[in-house]
């Protein structure tokens, strides 16, 4: 069964909206959490890391003030894409970090987000 | 130059063919080693992990050679449900960054 769930799935939004996508672990706690961002036939690209109750680190050329990253408890994450553009449309993945069940931290990544921007 | 590097694709092999898939680093801190499938518009899922001595799960095989930053992925017998994209990934860096290549589409013909 699922590891790690993303919300919603899937969004159409105008141009100038901002989206709000969240990113939860199921059965565990996630120390970490990741935000990636995959255009299509491209790599995932890591947009930014985040650790419970402090602030995200960001990739470079990632701009922090229109991706917002809160990462409020172990189990959930959010990122905020806000006055979304056009060139914003894209497949955004969450990942989450922890040890499960004893297990050595493995990262298990989320279903994604398919974001299309008016 | 792009940090982790794969064959280009598209793969397009019979069933029951073996296909090799290469993939090059250039971080020589990179610690851990992974090979991904992703399908199309799913998120990846870890196929395997890479270790020096290589690694064997079933029909797949990885290889890694950390003197020359070099990872493979063998796959013997290819199912038609091997069809997708085989991401090689690297870990990289005190907080674990997993860095991805561009990926290899595979696709399997009956």
């Known amino acids: 069964g699922a590891v790690v769930s993303q919300h919603p799935s899937w969004v159409i939004c105008k141009s100038g909206t901002s989206v709000k996508i969240e990113c939860r672990s199921l059965?565990?706690?996630?120390?970490?959490m990741f935000w990636y961002r995959q255009f299509p036939k491209q790599s995932l690209m890591l947009m930014a890391t985040s650790n419970e109750g402090s602030k995200a680190t960001y990739e470079q050329g990632v701009e922090k003030d229109k991706f917002l990253i809160n990462h409020a408890s172990l189990t959930l994450s959010t990122l905020t894409v806000t006055s979304a553009h056009p060139e914003d449309s894209s497949f955004y993945i969450c990942?989450?970090?922890?040890?499960?069940?004893?297990?050595?931290?493995?990262?298990?990544f989320g279903p994604g987000t398919r974001l299309l921007v008016l | 130059r792009k940090e982790v590097e794969q064959d280009p694709g598209p793969f397009n092999v019979p069933e029951g063919a073996t296909v090799a898939f290469n993939c090059t680093y250039s971080n020589s801190a990179s610690q851990s080693f992974f090979w991904y499938r992703q399908d199309c518009r799913k998120e990846p899922k870890l196929l395997m992990s890479v270790y020096s001595s290589g690694n064997e799960d079933g029909r797949f095989t990885a290889q890694l050679n950390r003197a020359s930053q070099y990872i493979s992925l063998l796959i013997r017998d290819s199912k038609l449900s091997d069809s997708a994209t085989y991401l090689c990934?690297?870990?990289?860096?005190?907080?674990?960054?997993?860095?991805f290549g561009q990926g290899t589409e595979l696709s399997v013909k009956p």
């Open positions: 059965d565990f706690q996630a120390t970490t």
């Open positions: 990934v690297v870990k990289i860096g005190s907080r674990g960054k997993l860095i």
């Open positions: 990942s989450a970090r922890g040890p499960r069940f004893g297990e050595v931290e493995t990262q298990y």
